[in-house]
């Protein structure tokens, strides 16, 4: 189910790039679902980290996602995508209160997207500095609030045994980043 999920988002993506680099867009879902799968996570939440993007970033629907895969596949990926008819920062406030109260796998897939988007930024900031901020929604403030609280919020409702690792690199990711405070 993995390779076939890798295929579908290969497929949905092709033409696509990164906002800040011209990799192509799908060497994004392959890290995140890489991520995932090097802890450990189940083969449903793997093929939703590669698919995670596909009904908010392309012309599919959670319909097809459900068709092709299954259900839990679909709901992992539902929860995760951004109604694109709202605000940036209705659609940010919904991802925050979504990390706060889901289930431990939606939170482990959000945290290994925002992660590797963080990672992503902080290379780009290396290499072009701050007319990086000039290229999203949402300049250099909102990042920092939406960043920040994701990462105060990634923990409730775990316990202690169900934390993986990549959240204290996504905290020590956005510290680099946006700084404390």
């Not at 008819?85 to 431990?104: M, P, V």
């Not at 925002?114 to 929604?137: I, P, S």
């Not at 993986?164 to 690199?169: I, V």
Request: with cysteine; aromatic share 12%.
């Amino acid at each position: 189910m993995k390779q076939r999920a890798k295929a579908f988002a290969k497929k949905a993506h092709v033409g696509q790039q990164r906002k800040n680099s011209n990799a192509p867009y799908i060497t994004h879902p392959i890290r995140v679902a890489d991520r995932l799968e090097e802890n450990g996570f189940s083969t449903e939440l793997v093929c939703a980290g590669y698919l995670h993007d596909v009904v908010e970033d392309t012309l599919y629907e959670i319909e097809d996602i459900e068709r092709e895969f299954d259900g839990w596949v679909a709901e992992l990926v539902a929860a995760h995508t951004e109604d694109k008819s709202k605000s940036w920062q209705e659609r940010k406030q919904h991802t925050i209160n979504t990390i706060k109260y889901a289930e431990k796998e939606i939170k482990y897939l959000i945290v290994a997207d925002k992660l590797d988007n963080l990672l992503g930024v902080e290379v780009d900031l290396k290499q072009q500095g701050d007319v990086v901020w000039n290229k999203f929604n949402a300049g250099f403030e909102k990042q920092k609030w939406y960043n920040q609280l994701i990462a105060a919020n990634m923990y409730v409702g775990l316990d202690a045994d169900d934390v993986p690792g990549y959240f204290g690199e996504f905290e020590d990711a956005v510290e680099r980043v946006f700084g404390s405070g």
